[in-house]
Nanobody, 124 residues
Framework: QVQLVESGGGLVQAGGSLRLSCAASGRTFSSYVLGWFRQAPGKEREFVAAISRRGDNIYYADSVKGRFTISRDNAKNTVYLQMNSLKPEDTAVYYC?????????????????WGQGTQVTVSS
């Protein structure tokens, strides 16, 4: 099992930046595919970004491509989401997630472990 704890959320003006971190427990961090998802009030949870075990394959939602960067540090058991050029529509609770099994990487139901979430609010 792995436990995930997100941090780094907050309130930022449009055009600003935030970096989210997700620290994981356990010794097998490098065996997990990691993803970031978000959920805005009244909306479905949506995929944001994901990174393969060694970090050599990265995926982004079209809505964040070119603005967000996902990365991981397996030595620190941490995955990051650097968010630049933030927009009010990026406002949501952001969750990191982990999985070992195979599946469509953008589908939240294929992830087995989730953090508690961190709030990101972008003001206009």
């Amino acid at each position: 099992q792995v436990q995930l704890v997100e941090s780094g959320g907050g309130l930022v003006q449009a055009g600003g930046s935030l970096r989210l971190s997700c620290a994981a427990s356990g010794r097998t961090f490098s065996s997990y595919v990691l993803g970031w998802f978000r959920q805005a009030p009244g909306k479905e949870r949506e995929f944001v970004a994901a990174i393969s075990r060694r970090g050599d394959n990265i995926y982004y939602a079209d809505s964040v491509k070119g603005r967000f960067t996902i990365s991981r540090d397996n030595a620190k058991n941490t995955v990051y989401l650097q968010m630049n050029s933030l927009k009010p529509e990026d406002t949501a609770v952001y969750y990191c997630a982990a999985r070992q099994r195979v599946g469509v990487i953008q589908v939240g139901e294929t992830y087995d472990y989730w953090g508690q979430g961190t709030q990101v609010t972008v003001s206009s």
